[in-house]
């Protein structure tokens, strides 16, 4: 199975500021790599799909790159909305495993 | 717009059975694959099971192979997860998710979680 790495577990940042969170996976997945935004009591909500694909709706402060076992997500400039917590997902092949989480706190 | 509306939480005991339920609308529920993913307390998501458009094929994860069973019915535009002898690190919120249309990923739309807790 392919094994997703997800780092830092944890980040403190203000508002305004540029944040990044990094996903590598074990082997190669290509771009086929998700991101996703999750808030208590709220549905996930996803962001970012094959790696670099903005989903509708999405402010363009958010952004993804990478391809291969590396990629990142990036927020440009920090909104109060944005402190939540992100997962990256990779979806090449079974078991889809998700990264750890990061927890996006406010400084 | 688009909802994914699942049952209500519930409290089992451990070696117990359980059926979800997710029920759409506001989309074509028919034309793309349906997930199940879970979040344990405190713990990160994890994805749990995944169905074909058709009910043809479905796909497991390790921790729930033989023992929770995904099924679909597209008349009702429903999902379920039928899940049987449960054990306490079973217990999470369930989400149902649905992908774009004619696609198995990525999870585009998500519903509101059903909590489910075993306990003696």
């Known amino acids: 199975d392919i094994q997703m790495t997800q780092s830092p577990s944890t980040l403190s940042a203000s508002v305004g500021d540029r944040v990044t969170i990094t996903c590598r996976a074990s082997q190669s997945i290509s771009t086929f790599l998700a991101w996703y935004q999750l808030k208590p009591g709220k549905a996930p909500k996803l962001l970012i799909y094959q790696a670099s694909n903005l989903e509708t709706g999405v402010p363009s402060r958010f952004s993804g790159s990478g391809s291969g076992t590396d990629f990142t997500l990036t927020i440009s400039s920090l909104q109060p909305d944005d402190f939540a917590s992100y997962y990256c997902q990779q979806y090449k092949s079974y078991s889809y495993k998700f990264g750890q989480g990061t927890k996006l706190e406010i400084k | 717009e688009v909802h994914l509306v699942q049952s209500g939480g519930v409290v089992v005991h451990p070696g117990g059975s359980l059926r979800l339920s997710c029920e759409a609308s506001?989309?074509?529920?028919?034309?793309?694959?349906l997930h199940w993913v879970r979040q344990a307390p405190g713990k990160g998501l994890e994805w749990v099971s995944l169905?074909?458009?058709?009910?043809?094929?479905?796909f497991y994860a390790d921790s729930v192979q033989g023992r929770f069973t995904i099924s679909r019915d597209n008349r009702k535009d429903s999902l379920y997860l039928q899940m049987n002898n449960l054990r306490p690190e079973d217990s999470a919120l369930y989400y149902c998710?649905?992908?774009?249309?004619?696609?198995?990923?990525?999870?585009?739309?998500w519903g509101q979680g059903t909590l489910v807790t075993v306990s003696p």
């Open positions: 169905i074909t458009w058709d009910g043809g094929r479905a």
């Open positions: 506001g989309i074509t529920f028919e034309d793309s694959a």
């Open positions: 998710a649905k992908p774009p249309q004619s696609s198995s990923w990525p999870l585009e739309y």
